[in-house]
């Protein structure tokens, strides 16, 4: 790679206008940090190619890279807060105050932002808009710390989102939300520590704020390409990029200041097209598709493009070149994997050979840092053609424990695996040893010497990695394997704002996935309930072992009706009450059999957080 290029140096310290004192840490009103820098003070400041050999050195370089932080003057009149978050704040001047675009994961963070750099630096004006990019939640979760909720009712500030955001926003993190929560706990390196060792970035920047995540609802809405959005003096010309990086996103070009807006379409690494905290797969095709799009309607106008991750890149013909090459690394690796797959290669064979082209892997933009060449590849496979490999021997394979336990006997015996094993970490054959001491470890999760080796293992792989999710995901693997589980306080995903803009057909969704199916078994229940409130009604019943409800109606044979309020009822989503409480607190009416709710309640899993994942 061309260390000696350092143009992404230059593009990540250029127009700094004013910088949070070093080290940058932003606190919660408890004193605690919910942003921290001071821990990566290992990192240096060198642009050289120094890493350690426990970090892949171009890991090592964006980890430097995303901690220059501070208030960043893209243009005159558009600005960047970069490095106070894992996600970018970005803020236009208009006639009479500023929209701030992707306001952060939490309202410390976005909140001290504002107070401390912008209003001091750029002018102490209102927000008259935000604008969420798209449905993830570090780019609308600090909103709540820039503007209030009577603003907004008073329309004074505008919330403007890409049509379908909020079930997005709120779907992602609910059906399976217990489980790609605790894979994100892996992911982001939130468990390790920081340091050459440790976790050293997450590849999109450092890590995510563990502040106060909020959610307000979008008063304005991006619904096609090509609509015109003007907001106090600035047009916006949009550009619909559903299914792309997120299943709600959109890009929008700014002719008055000939700036493009790419949301996360276009940073400076090879983005997700599956993420390993686990999510639907993302379509290269489409993304392609958006980014030519771009380059069609804009292609000639755009002086500087910037993102809700990483730096922007100036001049028109960086620009295209930037787009084009991201434009072409989706591309491809969609075309290739499809092109291989078509003639008749399995996942893991196309992951193994596929190489992005020369102009592409060697530039730094297009570089495996969240995303790898990899598991994007076998994620292209998955998008078109699913799990199966079409190979019958891979179709009902035995689980994890099962196999283990029939490979170590064949293999004669736990002792002989971890002897051989040990030769071959010693020719550096780590992904041989990960899978066969990992069945070791699965046929026998007290085998501590089995333990430790894939311990170490896991760390010399991710000391190998360059992508930092990788990093992160082996070695809190071998953190894991190590010291077993360590609870934790569980971040909390469900912030009573989630709950509140939760369609409540999405509630009796989740409900239907709490429901254990062998509790259920032999039962039926029939519930009426009425919301007061929201004028709604439902009937919600269980039947063989499944639930299921029809809208607008209740049945007169139900065991059980209630009557209620939906803010009432969000107490009960959150937690924060049960229905018997508010049965008795006068909050609900409940009339027929109080028993038949009892068994239903019965019948719902509470999900564990702490699962174990690197053991049985
Ligand atoms: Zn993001």
């Given at each position: 790679?061309?260390?000696?290029?350092?143009?992404?140096?230059?593009?990540?310290?250029?127009?700094?206008?004013?910088?949070?004192?070093?080290?940058?840490?932003?606190?919660?009103?408890?004193?605690?940090?919910?942003?921290?820098?001071?821990?990566?003070?290992?990192?240096?400041?060198?642009?050289?190619?120094?890493a350690p050999d426990t970090v892949n050195p171009s890991l090592w370089?964006?980890a430097?890279?995303?901690?220059?932080?501070?208030?960043?003057?893209?243009?005159?009149?558009?600005?960047?807060?970069?490095?106070?978050?894992?996600?970018?704040?970005?803020?236009?001047?208009?006639?009479?105050?500023?929209?701030?675009?992707?306001?952060?994961?939490?309202?410390?963070?976005?909140?001290?932002?504002?107070?401390?750099?912008?209003?001091?630096?750029?002018?102490?004006?209102?927000?008259?808009?935000?604008?969420?990019?798209?449905?993830?939640?570090?780019?609308?979760?600090?909103?709540?710390?820039?503007?209030?909720?009577?603003?907004?009712?008073?329309?004074?500030?505008?919330?403007?989102?890409?049509?379908?955001?909020?079930?997005?926003?709120?779907?992602?993190?609910?059906?399976?939300?217990?489980?790609?929560?605790?894979?994100?706990?892996y992911m982001?390196g939130?468990l390790l520590p920081r340091g050459a060792t440790g976790q050293v970035d997450?590849g999109?920047?450092?890590?995510?704020?563990?502040?106060?995540?909020?959610?307000?609802?979008?008063?304005?809405?991006?619904?096609?390409?090509?609509?015109?959005?003007?907001?106090?003096?600035?047009?916006?010309?949009?550009?619909?990029?559903?299914?792309?990086?997120?299943?709600?996103?959109?890009?929008?070009?700014?002719?008055?200041?000939?700036?493009?807006?790419?949301?996360?379409?276009?940073?400076?690494?090879?983005?997700?097209?599956?993420?390993l905290?686990?999510?639907?797969?993302?379509?290269?095709?489409?993304?392609?598709?958006?980014?030519?799009?771009?380059?069609?309607?804009?292609?000639?106008?755009?002086?500087?493009?910037?993102?809700?991750?990483?730096?922007?890149?100036?001049?028109?013909?960086?620009?295209?070149?930037?787009?084009?090459?991201?434009?072409?690394?989706?591309?491809?690796?969609?075309?290739?994997?499809?092109?291989?797959?078509?003639?008749?290669?399995?996942?893991?064979?196309?992951g193994e050979?596929?190489?992005?082209?020369?102009?592409?892997?060697?530039?730094?933009?297009?570089?495996s840092y969240?995303?790898t060449?990899y598991h994007?590849?076998?994620?292209?496979?998955?998008?078109?053609?699913?799990?199966?490999?079409?190979?019958?021997?891979?179709?009902?394979?035995?689980?994890?424990?099962?196999?283990?336990?029939?490979?170590?006997?064949?293999?004669?015996?736990?002792?002989?695996v971890l002897r051989r094993a040990r030769e071959s970490f010693a020719r550096g054959d780590y992904r041989w040893v990960a899978e066969v001491v990992n069945h070791v470890v699965?046929?026998?999760?007290?085998n501590v010497p089995a333990k430790q080796l894939l311990a170490d293992t896991y760390e010399q792989l991710g000391y190998q990695a360059e992508s930092g999710p990788w990093r992160n995901f082996y070695l809190t693997g071998a953190r894991e394997l190590r010291q077993?589980?360590?609870?934790?306080?569980?971040?909390?995903?469900?912030?009573?704002?989630?709950?509140?803009?939760?369609?409540?057909?999405?509630?009796?969704?989740?409900?239907?996935?709490?429901?254990?199916?062998?509790?259920?078994?032999?039962?039926?229940?029939?519930?009426?309930?009425?919301?007061?409130?929201?004028?709604?009604?439902?009937?919600?019943?269980?039947?063989?072992?499944?639930?299921?409800?029809?809208?607008?109606?209740?049945?007169?044979?139900?065991?059980?009706?209630?009557?209620?309020?939906?803010?009432?009822?969000?107490?009960?989503?959150?937690?924060?009450?049960?229905?018997?409480?508010?049965?008795?607190?006068?909050?609900?009416?409940?009339?027929?059999?109080?028993?038949?709710?009892?068994?239903?309640?019965?019948?719902?899993?509470?999900?564990?957080?702490?699962?174990?994942i690197v053991t049985?």
């Open positions: 790679m061309p260390f000696s290029d350092v143009q992404d140096f230059k593009d990540a310290r250029r127009g700094l206008l004013a910088a949070l004192p070093d080290p940058a840490i932003i606190k919660n009103s408890d004193g605690a940090p919910v942003w921290d820098l001071s821990v990566y003070s290992f990192l240096g400041t060198s642009e050289a190619d120094d370089r964006m430097k890279l995303n901690m220059l932080h501070g208030l960043f003057e893209v243009v005159d009149g558009i600005y960047q807060a970069r490095g106070y978050d894992l996600s970018v704040m970005s803020i236009i001047r208009t006639d009479s105050g500023y929209i701030v675009i992707d306001p952060l994961v939490s309202a410390e963070t976005a909140g001290a932002v504002w107070k401390q750099l912008v209003s001091p630096k750029l002018g102490d004006k209102p927000i008259v808009a935000v604008i969420y990019t798209h449905s993830h939640v570090d780019h609308y979760g600090g909103v709540r710390g820039l503007v209030q909720q009577s603003d907004i009712d008073a329309g004074k500030v505008k919330i403007l989102a890409p049509a379908d955001f909020t079930e997005a926003a709120v779907g992602e993190n609910i059906i399976a939300g217990n489980a790609m929560s605790r894979r994100a706990s982001y939130n997450g999109l920047g450092k890590s995510t704020s563990t502040g106060t995540v909020g959610l307000a609802l979008p008063t304005d809405w991006a619904t096609e390409t090509g609509q015109k959005i003007n907001i106090d003096g600035v047009e916006l010309q949009v550009i619909m990029a559903p299914n792309s990086e997120a299943p709600s996103e959109f890009m929008f070009y700014l002719p008055k200041f000939k700036a493009f807006c790419a949301a996360e379409d276009a940073c400076h690494t090879l983005h997700n097209l599956y993420t905290r686990g999510a639907k797969v993302r379509d290269g095709l489409l993304w392609s598709k958006y980014l030519q799009q771009t380059l069609d309607l804009y292609g000639d106008q755009i002086e500087v493009l910037f993102t809700s991750h990483h730096w922007p890149t100036w001049g028109n013909g960086q620009v295209v070149t930037h787009l084009k090459k991201q434009r072409d690394m989706f591309r491809f690796l969609h075309d290739q994997v499809m092109r291989m797959a078509n003639s008749g290669m399995t996942p893991k064979e196309i050979v596929i190489r992005l082209p020369q102009a592409l892997a060697t530039t730094w933009a297009c570089r969240y995303g060449v994007d590849a076998v994620a292209q496979y998955n998008l078109r053609l699913g799990f199966f490999d079409g190979v019958p021997a891979t179709l009902h394979q035995l689980p994890p424990t099962d196999a283990g336990a029939r490979y170590v006997d064949f293999m004669g015996g736990a002792d002989n699965f046929a026998d999760a007290n077993g589980v360590q609870k934790l306080p569980t971040p909390n995903t469900a912030s009573a704002d989630t709950i509140k803009a939760m369609p409540i057909e999405m509630f009796f969704d989740f409900l239907g996935v709490r429901l254990n199916g062998d509790r259920a078994a032999g039962k039926t229940v029939s519930i009426n309930l009425e919301l007061t409130d929201t004028r709604q009604k439902y009937n919600v019943g269980v039947e063989n072992s499944a639930i299921h409800y029809s809208k607008d109606r209740t049945l007169p044979g139900a065991d059980v009706s209630i009557v209620t309020t939906r803010a009432d009822l969000n107490d009960v989503m959150l937690g924060a009450s049960t229905m018997e409480k508010q049965v008795i607190e006068g909050k609900a009416k409940l009339t027929g059999d109080p028993k038949k709710m009892a068994e239903f309640v019965g019948m719902l899993d509470t999900f564990d957080f702490w699962f174990n049985a």
